[in-house]
């Protein structure tokens, strides 16, 4: 858990360590800081703030293009100022043009992540596994990747370069793509929305060269390949961008109903957290421990 007097090591450099490693690295979707702290207090090394969940939880929209670089470079601060692991962050499109990108890189890195992950959508974008997406020329990327590269102030920042070009151009031009954003300065390559393992094969195949990324995308194109398999296959990082937004709304609705139907909580506090055991997960422990270091008076001690 994140302590907030704590002088974390470099969150790149950590994570470029993690994805050095022969185990893929598995990063649980964040939305929001909570949901980022649960995904760290459960085990992960890495958390990966979501956009599709940034747009619902901050909008309780579709991601469809809706946010902008403040309020997403706004989402990620917080969460990683929540965490002691590194973070990863999607960042859409860059928001522009390669002077565009140039001010998003520098945004996220002085927010604190540890990667990010830019893509080759026509703005306003949508999420991969939706239809009706349309890239841009790939030379356009290439150059966003460049001023990418060129951007980043601490080296070890880790550029991960995606592609939508399965969907509009067929997976042989989503494979070109790829090789000319490993060649303009990408770290990691994401190829995104594949459909059939023989399409996720391939990929592994012909960028064996390359950290690739897997987008474990939950009910979307993607077939949803176990964890040995993608070892196997030579993934380096495995996102989950839905599961805890996806376990955060149906919890809610179920306890929603029952509250509805009863008119108090009353049926579920069985099966909820504990008003105690919730704030030692958001850190009061650590609140009032510097409280006692510091000499800060509890309000009980305020006349």
């Known amino acids: 858990m994140a302590d907030l007097l704590r002088h974390r090591p470099s969150g790149p450099r950590r994570l470029r360590r993690l994805l050095a490693a022969d185990l893929p690295v598995l990063a649980p979707g964040a939305y929001d800081a909570l949901s980022a702290r649960l995904v760290e207090q459960a085990g992960f090394d890495v958390v990966y703030m979501t956009g599709f969940g940034t747009s619902a939880g901050l909008l309780g929209r579709a991601d469809v293009g809706l946010l902008g670089l403040a309020e997403m470079v706004d989402n990620v601060r917080r969460i990683v100022a929540a965490v002691d692991v590194p973070v990863i962050a999607d960042a859409d499109t860059g928001y522009g043009n390669p002077l565009n990108v140039v001010r998003t890189v520098q945004e996220y890195e002085q927010a604190g992540v540890a990667g990010l992950h830019l893509e080759d959508q026509v703005m306003p974008k949508r999420c991969g596994h939706m239809s009706g997406k349309a890239v841009v020329p790939a030379a356009e990327m290439v ?3 460049e001023a990418a590269a060129a951007a980043r102030r601490d080296p070890d920042l880790v550029l991960i370069a995606r592609t939508d070009a399965r969907a509009v151009e067929g997976v042989d031009a989503a494979l ?19 459909e059939g393992e023989a399409e996720i094969e391939l ?23 176990p964890h040995d398999r993608l070892r196997e296959l030579g993934y380096a990082l495995v996102i989950m961008p839905l599961s805890t937004l996806l376990a955060a709304t149906t919890a809610m609705r179920s306890a929603l109903a029952a509250i509805r139907d009863a008119g108090t909580p009353g049926p579920i506090l069985g099966d909820i957290t504990g008003f ?19 000499g800060v008076p509890l309000p009980s001690d305020v006349a």
């Open 143 to 145: 150059a966003k990747v």
């Open 176 to 194: 070109e793509r790829a090789r000319a954003y490993r060649e303009a300065g990408a770290d990691v390559l994401f190829v995104e929305a594949l």
């Open 203 to 225: 990929v592994a195949r012909e960028l064996a060269d390359v950290p690739l990324l897997f987008n474990w995308a939950e009910g979307g194109r993607t077939p949803p390949l």
């Open 276 to 294: 105690d055991e919730f704030l030692d997960l958001i850190g009061l422990p650590e609140v009032r421990s510097l409280e006692a270091r510091f």
